[in-house]
Nanobody, 115 residues
Framework: QGQLVESGGGLVQPGGSLRLSCVAS????????MSWYRQSPGKERELVAR????????NYGDSVKGRFTMSRDDDKNTVYLQMNNLKPEDTAVYYC????????WGRGTQVVVSS
């Protein structure tokens, strides 16, 4: 029914920052659990962060806790992932997900952390 469009990926040096955006259409993100996942070649898709529906509580994967922050802007129907102190192992395609009883995925945005 809806659509998720990620943006904000790119090339950044270790220690740098990026802010990813996920704009939703066709449904209201405030009412739906939203998540960020990432996947690198040869690895399974990994949970990065998620935010509860109707609130601001978040949780994070152990590998990004303390460095990444997920948030939601209800007026813009958008969720964000602020990524700080990036490491080479953060290199991956980052996907936005709306949980509708199953994961409804965006197309992803590439993040490369390299010197």
């Amino acid at each position: 029914q809806g659509q998720l469009v990620e943006s904000g990926g790119g090339l950044v040096q270790p220690g740098g920052s990026l802010r990813l955006s996920c704009v939703a259409s066709g449904f209201i993100v405030r009412r739906i659990p939203m998540s960020w996942y990432r996947q690198s070649p040869g690895k399974e898709r990994e949970l990065v962060a998620r935010i509860v529906s109707g609130g601001d509580n978040t949780n994070y994967g152990d590998s990004v806790k303390g460095r990444f922050t997920m948030s939601r802007d209800d007026d813009k129907n958008t969720v964000y992932l602020q990524m700080n102190n990036l490491k080479p192992e953060d290199t991956a395609v980052y996907y936005c997900s709306a949980f509708l009883g199953y994961h409804y995925w965006g197309r992803g945005t590439q993040v490369v952390v390299s010197s």
